[in-house]
Nanobody, 114 residues
Framework: QVQLVDSGGGSVQAGGSLTLSCHAS???????MSWHRQSPGKARWWVAG???????NVASSVKGRFTITRDASKNALYLQMNNLKPEDTGVYYC?????????WGNGTQVTVSS
């Protein structure tokens, strides 16, 4: 079973930047990877994704501010977040999907203050 460890969250002022990391316990090069956010009282929400082929996509609300990348050599996924806004606050989770199997990271808290 793949283990995913999320890290890199923190507390920043609006306009600041953070880089989230997700490290997998094994090869995830064949997996579609994504980041999701869960804010208090809300459902988990897709933020950005990258296919196993390397095609990326981000939600419209973060386009131009967030960038998703993967490093197959390190079994890692990243989310570079710039110009952060208070509404970006939440727990961010990494997800890996291979066929019908999915795995979730432990989550990392991001708090953006105005």
């Amino acid at each position: 079973q793949v283990q995913l460890v999320d890290s890199g969250g923190g507390s920043v002022q609006a306009g600041g930047s953070l880089t989230l990391s997700c490290h997998a316990s094994e090869d995830i090069s064949a997996s579609a990877m994504s980041w999701h956010r869960q804010s208090p009282g809300k459902a988990r929400w897709w933020v950005a994704g990258v296919t196993h082929g390397g095609t990326t996509n981000v939600a419209s609300s973060v386009k131009g501010r967030f960038t998703i990348t993967r490093d197959a050599s390190k079994n890692a996924l990243y989310l570079q977040m710039n110009n952060l806004k208070p509404e970006d606050t939440g727990v961010y989770y990494c997800r890996a999907q291979t066929g019908s199997k999915e795995y979730w990271g432990n989550g990392t808290q991001v708090t953006v203050s105005s």
